[in-house]
């Protein structure tokens, strides 16, 4: 979550690097690309040896066919613009002179910039008519963030552009806040519009008057210079008391290496300032601090570096510690091909690529795409009946803790950044498996669509378990468990997000995130009630991580009610227990009434069950049908109450749920700006509490995800995504009268008799599989396939010639 702060949140200076080890293989003749990049393996290779039953079909299937083509009912309402319309919205903005635009190319810190082009989607009221048929496609509106600098007090602006198609002397725009909870015609000041000033006139200067003491502690100096060995990294949010805007400053190493290993070089010392305002003379260092000593002013620090006995603590020195690539002895065997997962029958899912929607089993689903948040889904139906028709990530909070003030001050909320922009391809046979299918992600910048090719994967997958056995005297039964899984991954600066959303068989829909990447590691003096001291003079930084996701439950229809169900340990007379008490437990049922009792948490000893029921939708035993809502791996809550650091721009962060009355005015339950105000942010959640009903209403569902991490020695040089995980599961519950994984056939019965299988039972499966051969060799040869981003200008947009050949844009 860590950027240099002089890099403007749409700048791509943070590209993976990819190490190329050994020379590109041969490409062998035999390969035959299919226009997306997939294998097609002629059906000459070599037959598969092991034939399991008798149902062969006659035409094998072919590994690595992508997914089977289906057409969308509807057309994909959420997906973002095309090329065209975007261009279109962009060529009107810059013809609107009282906008007094400057292209992105050209504008500097006091010129007006086009931020963002994107498609705003439309309100859930016109799209339920319109998915239910009882209502027309919704009008297509452009959402355009402003970047507003030509003025004293600069600004971004959230505005409206529609509706579409542009028609010149018709087309409007209009302020957008309906969705904001503080109504400033969508304007949030923006900190950050002097950034490369702020450099130049304060930051170098300052470190310039202490280059004496960075040379005799490091033997370096941060001037701007490219050859700087030392940079210094400014607070997330600025400080933003009493009006002035303050932020601290900490020298870190810049790497010594081509690994992104600065967010764990720090070095101990630390400057504050006071950046207020756009008038560079008005700015000022306020103090310096040292192994846990404040210096109000350069020269109180200088005079006590150099008196005698001044304290000069260890530094961080990058090296073969903080990369990445394989160290240590081979492990055995290691180096043999590892056991991978393959479909063996093609894919069993379908995907309209052009609609981004999406068949697999009972399941369907839409997807869509923002710059603020990466992959959201939308009307996901199980068995014909939409069950949630949204479901996504709203913000992902880091927030950091520490005795020095650069920890205390940090709390990422990564939607400033955008999860978008930042979801790059995924790396094939590794982030998914070699066999998904992959979707391309596009958003805007700088009169530009950025495409990530490939960086939304979907793919079956066996678990590694089955999802039902039992074991008689006489047989044994077992269910396969092949689940289905959407995925994307947003590296935010030194961290890489993944995201999974999961469908089962048995009606569950899972949603996980897992942390790999780069800590942001601490200085380690005087910080041992914050972290474990990992390296020569790194703290491993304690941080929570909370991320909000929306799920906007619709249990056979909107009119849903949450059920609360206790486990309760009692003291009860029965009238057979002969008027004895008996200590045991029983259930104790409620509904959550209001928004006044709808903030809670999963609780102690997970003795709570929420329920989203529908009250008037029961079974035939009378039990109101539902989906309940339960973590599947650790989930967590910000530790911190009333943060000095987030004040109210992270107020969805405290617990693990949180129910509203749905409303096309509570949309998101955080706004990419809420950083630039955080006393009194666009998006306050806490606003959404106003006491209303929640009984058989629309429900919207905010759940937390997160992780307390306390960053140890194994999180060096990467933390990893094994425990660095937090889930949860939709589960139907009395939705269904049975377990809907019998319909599988991918289950076996096996009768037994005196020590001998006597029957198997495979219900029809087919066992017919492709050739295999190729499989392994031809893994390696797709990573490299490996592109990043295709970029199309928008303004100037030239349909004929739209690909711009641009890698690592700045
Ligand atoms: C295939 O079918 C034949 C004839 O029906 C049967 O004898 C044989 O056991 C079957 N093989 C398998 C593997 O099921
Ligand atoms: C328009 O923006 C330019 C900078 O790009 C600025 O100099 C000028 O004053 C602005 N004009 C108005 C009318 O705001
Ligand atoms: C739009 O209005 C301007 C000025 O009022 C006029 O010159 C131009 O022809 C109009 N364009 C269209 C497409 O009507
Ligand atoms: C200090 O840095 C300079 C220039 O980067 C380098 O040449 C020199 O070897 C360094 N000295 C030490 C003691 O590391
Ligand atoms: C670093 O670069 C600056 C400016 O280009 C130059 O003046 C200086 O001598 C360089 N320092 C070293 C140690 O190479
Ligand atoms: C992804 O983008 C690339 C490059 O523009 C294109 O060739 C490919 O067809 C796209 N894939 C999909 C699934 O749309
Ligand atoms: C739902 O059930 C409640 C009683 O639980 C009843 O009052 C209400 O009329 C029902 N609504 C519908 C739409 O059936
Ligand atoms: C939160 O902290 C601030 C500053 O310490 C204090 O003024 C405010 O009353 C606190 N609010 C709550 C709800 O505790
Ligand atoms: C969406 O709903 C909001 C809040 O009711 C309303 O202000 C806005 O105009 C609606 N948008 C459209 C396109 O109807
Ligand atoms: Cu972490």
């Not at 199309?792 to 890698?807: A, G, I, Q, S, T």
Request: aromatic share 12%; net charge negative; with cysteine.
């Amino acid at each position: 979550m860590k950027f240099h702060t002089a890099l403007s949140a749409l700048c791509f200076s943070i590209i993976p690097i990819l190490v190329h080890s050994a020379p590109a293989p041969e490409a062998k003749a035999t390969w035959v690309k299919s226009g997306r990049g997939h294998r097609v393996i002629p059906h000459d290779s070599r037959q598969a040896k092991r034939q399991y039953s008798n149902n062969t079909s006659p035409e094998a299937p072919v590994c690595g066919d992508t997914a089977a083509a289906v057409t969308a009912p509807i057309p994909n309402v959420w997906e973002g613009f095309t090329d065209q319309e975007a261009a279109s919205v962009a060529y009107w903005l810059f013809e609107q002179s009282n906008l007094n635009l400057t292209t992105s190319e050209k504008a500097e810190e006091w010129d007006n910039s086009v931020l963002l082009v994107e498609l705003q989607r439309p309100n859930k009221t016109d799209v339920v008519a319109y998915l239910d048929g009882s209502g027309p496609a919704p009008d297509r509106y452009a959402h355009v963030v402003l970047n507003i600098r030509a003025t004293e007090e600069p600004y971004y602006a959230d505005i409206l552009v529609g509706p579409l198609p542009i028609v010149a002397n018709v087309t409007k725009w209009q302020p957008l806040d309906y969705y904001h909870t503080r109504k400033t015609e969508g304007r949030v000041r923006n900190l950050g519009a002097n950034d490369d000033t702020l450099y130049e006139k304060l930051l170098y200067p300052t470190s310039a008057s202490i280059k004496d003491i960075t040379l005799e502690l490091w033997n370096g100096t941060a001037l701007g210079h490219d050859n700087d060995t030392i940079t210094m990294w400014g607070i997330d949010p600025m400080g933003q008391e009493d009006d002035r805007i303050t932020s601290w400053y900490m020298f870190v190493h810049k790497s010594a290496t081509d690994f992104d290993t600065t967010s764990i070089l720090s070095l101990g010392l630390y400057f504050l300032v006071d950046q207020t305002g756009r008038d560079p003379s008005q700015w000022k260092l306020i103090g310096w601090f040292y192994n846990d000593i404040w210096y109000d002013s350069t020269e109180a620090f200088k005079d006590a570096f150099f008196s005698p006995g001044f304290v000069k603590l260890p530094i961080n020195i990058d090296g073969p510690w903080a990369t990445t690539d394989q160290s240590g002895p081979v492990l055995p065997m290691d180096t043999l091909s590892p056991p991978m997962a393959i479909a063996p029958a093609g894919s069993r899912y379908s995907v309209d690529v052009n609609e981004k929607y999406v068949e697999w089993m009972d399941f369907s689903f839409y997807v869509g795409f923002s710059r603020d948040t990466g992959l959201t889904l939308y009307d996901i139906k199980y068995k014909g009946d939409r069950i949630i028709y949204e479901l996504g990530l709203q913000e992902a909070l880091a927030h950091y803790a520490g005795a020095d003030p650069y920890q205390s001050g940090t709390a990422y909320l990564d939607s400033y950044y955008g999860f978008g922009p930042y979801a790059f391809q995924l790396v094939e046979g590794y982030d998914c498996p070699a066999y998904a299918t992959y979707l391309n992600s596009s958003f805007y910048v700088s009169e530009t669509t950025h495409t990530h090719v490939n960086s939304i994967c979907l793919f079956e997958f066996d678990a590694d378990y089955p999802q039902q056995r039992h074991s008689t005297t006489s047989y044994v039964s077992a269910t396969k468990n092949t689940y289905f899984s959407l995925r994307s991954v947003s590296t935010i600066g030194n961290y890489d997000y993944m995201f999974t959303y999961s469908f089962y068989q048995d009606g569950t829909v899972g949603v996980d995130v897992r942390a790999s990447g780069y800590i942001q590691g601490a200085y380690y003096a005087n910080n041992e009630d914050y972290g474990w001291h990992i390296h020569d003079a790194l703290s491993g930084s304690m941080h929570d991580h909370v991320l909000n996701f929306k799920a906007d439950f619709d249990i056979l229809g909107t009119a849903n009610t949450v059920q609360l169900v206790k486990n309760v340990a009692t003291t009860e007379t029965y009238p057979w227990s002969q008027g004895k008490p008996r200590n045991t437990m029983k259930l104790q049922k409620s509904f959550i009434e209001s928004e006044d009792e709808s903030r809670i948490n999963f609780g102690e000893n997970a003795l709570t069950q929420v329920i989203i029921v529908n009250q008037n939708e029961t079974n035939k035993y009378g039990e109101k049908r539902g989906y309940r809502i339960l973590p599947s791996s650790g989930t967590a809550h910000l530790t911190i109450q009333n943060s000095s650091t987030t004040v109210n721009s992270a107020n969805w962060a405290g617990y693990d749920l949180q129910f509203t009355k749905q409303k096309d005015t509570e949309l998101t339950s955080s706004h990419p700006y809420n950083s630039q105000d955080v006393n009194d942010p666009p998006i306050n959640f806490d606003r959404f509490f106003d006491g209303e009903s929640l009984v058989q209403e629309d429900l919207v569902a905010w759940i937390n995800l997160g992780m307390h991490h306390i960053p140890h020695t194994g999180d060096l040089p990467n933390t990893v995504f094994t425990t660095a995980h937090s889930g949860v599961q939709f589960m139907p519950l009395n939705y269904l009268l049975g377990d809907a994984s019998r319909q599988t056939v991918n289950q076996v019965r096996i009768n037994y008799d005196a020590g001998r299988a006597t029957g198997v039972e495979t219900f029809g499966q087919k066992t017919d599989i492709c050739p295999l051969n190729n499989e392994i060799a031809d893994v390696n040869q797709e990573l490299w396939e490996y592109v990043g981003d295709v970029v199309v200008r928008k303004y100037p947009y030239d349909p004929n010639h739209p690909f711009e050949e641009v890698l690592g844009v700045d």
